[in-house]
């Protein structure tokens, strides 16, 4: 392939290499240049296009992805149609994807033009799932090339798709005066929800005393009508011999292997009796959240036989999420210092409904509203004070004058509300372990008010959202730990941290705070109905 810029007289036949656009034109990149599009460039007094020709042996990059696709077998696999070099493979069921590294890796070695990229191994997917791309860099590239690429996908099952196979699964739990009964309810409506991805059913659930012995006597009835036994123990395993490894040793089974390389999901036990699996559910396993036990079910669902050899690999991505209902091992700097919390004051919104005046400048009990707020983020002694500021900056940040606050100001704070989170949750810092949402127009809540909300936060050690309520209903502010800075680095337009809260799978802590948890002035009338005085 041939790369270079040219005359647009001698541009005809080639490939563009970059698009070319002007105010009567558009042409896209790979586009084939014709005698009309020489005519158009010549008439928008375009001199010259960025072009590919191809040489003896090239093809274009469609037909490329193209050869490659057709030698990956397609069971399980929908394909797209080639486009700019690229084609999707998605799943076509329920399954466990899986990737031959060691074939992935051939394959992207043959040459840098010609690439493809996957799911990691063993990842869970539901039908329509991506699970790999297939790219060509270039706009071409030599068919012998292409061709051996090819052949490392049909020589060898580089990726693949499992489907899940429905299993009748026999729950058993054991039963300590310390584990609520809601607790082991909860955990059944968990199971319930992870076998409905393979469409297999819980046939029955037994509880029994945290014992060894009756243990056994249950998991033997268990296996006979089951083809996977799960046990929710009511203590975490600390050693091969504790209750639930022995009791899989005294139903006539085996202990293939005890704990795992993956976190959560540390304290896993993997036996049989039999040719039933029987797993000792690690305590992370009653979360939703993502954990060990999961890709172990997972794997036995789509037909696997895994061991210790499998388990034992498992420590290179091991690493997950921590749930934030569970004590946090990973961070033992927690029990050794106090939390640190910031309040982020929201002061940059453009007033649009003020008629001309700014809410935030209305005074009340003599003092500027955007004062007001502050010195009540300030009363409650948070580890620091930042207020964001947008429309009418100099005049906010004048009444702010003596306060012991960091100011961030927006430049964007005319795209919503999302652009002043950003800001302040940038300017946190890496020992923030929580922030204090408040929006400076909410003229009633006091400095006692956020401090009951920063206690609550204390209590849960760091990992609820905390939010002011009145009357039960949710309101205004609201305390966000660290784990939720991510997604609001991600937030686009005029919206809050609403959605954050109610989809992080975080415990929600409800403080009353009463009538003032639903109190903000956003017109004259309001402003005046809660007792300020407009001015400016």
């Known amino acids: 392939m041939i790369f270079g810029e040219v005359p647009v007289h001698d541009a005809v036949g080639a490939r563009l290499a970059h698009g070319v656009r002007t105010r009567g034109l558009s042409l896209h990149k790979g586009h084939v240049v014709t005698a009309e599009d020489r005519a158009a460039l010549i008439g928008e007094a375009v001199a010259t296009v960025i072009v590919v020709r191809l040489e003896a042996g090239d093809i274009g990059e469609d037909e490329a992805a193209s050869l490659i696709a057709q030698a990956i077998p397609p069971d399980h696999l929908t394909f797209t149609p080639s486009a700019t070099g690229r084609i999707n493979l998605h799943a076509a069921t329920n399954g466990l994807f899986v990737a031959d590294r060691a074939a992935i890796d ?148 085996v202990v293939e ?40 079910l997972a794997r036995i669902c789509a037909g696997e036989n895994p061991g210790p050899e499998e388990i034992t690999g498992m420590g290179v991505g091991g690493l997950l999420k921590e749930i934030p209902n569970r004590p946090q091992p990973r961070d033992l700097r927690a029990s050794e210092r106090p939390l640190s919390v910031a309040a982020l004051v929201l002061a940059a919104g453009r007033a649009s409904r ?37 429309h009418r900056a100099d005049e906010i940040e004048a009444e702010l004058a003596g306060l012991e606050v960091d100011v961030i100001r927006n430049p964007d704070h005319v795209q919503g509300m999302s ?6 949750v940038c300017a946190l810092g890496s020992g923030c372990d929580g922030v204090a949402v408040m929006l400076a127009d909410m003229p009633h809540v006091t400095g006692a008010d956020v401090r009951r909300l920063l206690d609550a936060f204390a209590a849960s050690g760091g990992q609820a959202v905390v939010r002011a309520v009145s009357g039960g209903k949710r309101g205004n502010p609201v305390i966000l730990p660290r784990t939720t800075f991510s997604a609001i680095l991600q937030l686009e337009g005029d919206v809050g941290a609403r959605h954050i809260v109610e989809s992080a799978g975080l415990d929600i802590v409800d403080v009353e705070i009463g009538a003032a948890a639903h109190v903000d002035v956003d017109t004259p009338e309001a402003v005046l109905a809660a007792g300020g005085v407009l001015k400016g």
């Open 257 to 296: 292997h005890v704990g795992m390389p993956v976190d959560p999901g540390n304290l896993l036990v993997l036996g049989r009796v039999g040719n039933v699996p029987v797993i000792g559910a690690p305590g992370c396993a009653r979360s939703p959240r993502e954990n060990g036990f999961d890709w172990v």
């Open 419 to 424: 652009t002043s989170l950003r800001a302040g």
């Open 106 to 253: 051939r394959f992207n070695r043959v040459d840098p033009a010609i690439t493809i990229a996957t799911l990691p191994d063993h990842a869970s997917v539901a039908a329509g799932d991506m699970v790999a791309t297939i790219k060509i860099i270039p706009l071409a590239v030599p068919l012998d090339l292409v061709r051996k690429a090819a052949a490392v996908m049909a020589s060898s099952q580089a990726l693949e798709v499992k489907p899940f196979v429905a299993h009748r699964v026999g729950l058993v739990a054991t039963e300590l005066p310390t584990l609520k009964i809601s607790v082991m309810d909860k955990t059944r409506r968990l199971v319930e929800q992870r076998l409905h991805a393979s469409g297999s059913r819980l046939t029955s659930e037994r509880r029994v005393p945290h014992r060894a012995q009756e243990l056994a006597a249950v998991i033997a009835e268990t296996v006979k009508e089951n083809d996977i036994v799960l046990v929710f123990g009511a203590s975490a395993v600390t050693d091969v011999s504790d209750v639930i490894p022995a009791a899989i040793r005294a139903a006539g089974g």
């Open 354 to 390: 003020m008629n001309g005046s700014h809410k935030l400048l209305a005074a009340f009990d003599g003092q500027a509203l955007v004062r007001r707020s502050v010195e009540a983020a300030l009363a409650a002694s948070p580890a620091r004070v930042l207020v964001v500021t947008g």
